[in-house]
């Protein structure tokens, strides 16, 4: 009867043991995922920001929207597996990386990548909003099959 009790006893702690070791690691999982989540929205904005001012310097360099200024943005865009459409001030369209030689979707050096949400930005000179980018990029960390 007396090695009936420490058996019970025994596997009782076993138990403990697993449930704890079980959801310290859910925790620490779930910890984890929303750090990394921050560090890779916080990744997707930097991007976004810089295809910003691409365009906003592709702008100030003629103070008029380009459509031949643009194109020496395309290679940046295109390392940086950006889609990127550019409206003016009034919305209509300026410009696209569509269907340029470099497209990002296609370009040898990038491969194939998932697309991220598309986000309209607004472009700046100065203070005066100049006109947006419709801005898609590829979702970090993870490539097309």
């Given at each position: 009867m007396?090695?009936?009790?420490?058996?019970r006893l025994?596997?009782?702690?076993a138990?403990?043991?697993?449930?704890?070791?079980?959801l310290?690691a859910?925790?620490?999982?779930?910890?984890?995922?929303?750090?990394l989540n921050?560090?890779?929205?916080?990744q997707q904005?930097g991007r976004?920001?810089q295809v910003?001012a691409?365009l906003?310097?592709a702008?100030?360099r003629?103070?008029s929207?380009d459509?031949?200024e643009l194109?020496t943005?395309s290679?940046?865009?295109?390392?940086?597996?950006?889609a990127?459409?550019?409206?003016?001030?009034?919305?209509?369209p300026?410009?696209?990386v569509a269907?340029?030689?470099?497209?990002s979707?296609?370009?040898p050096?990038?491969?194939r990548?998932?697309?991220?949400?598309?986000?309209?930005?607004?472009?700046?000179?100065g203070?005066a909003?100049?006109?947006t980018?419709?801005?898609s990029?590829?979702v970090?960390?993870?490539?097309a099959?």
């Open positions: 007396h090695s009936s009790y420490a058996w025994a596997a009782s702690f138990g403990v043991g697993v449930a704890a070791a079980v310290t859910i925790l620490v999982n779930i910890s984890f995922g929303r750090l921050g560090y890779l929205d916080q904005q976004q920001g910003v691409l906003a310097g702008y100030q003629h103070q929207w459509p031949v194109d943005v290679p940046s865009l295109a390392m940086m597996g950006a990127v459409s550019v409206e003016d001030a009034s919305g209509h300026v410009w696209s269907g340029r030689s470099n497209d979707r296609t370009g050096m990038m491969g990548s998932t697309p991220g949400t598309t986000q309209r930005l607004p472009v700046k000179a203070n909003i100049v006109g980018a419709i801005v990029l590829p970090q960390g993870q490539l099959v």
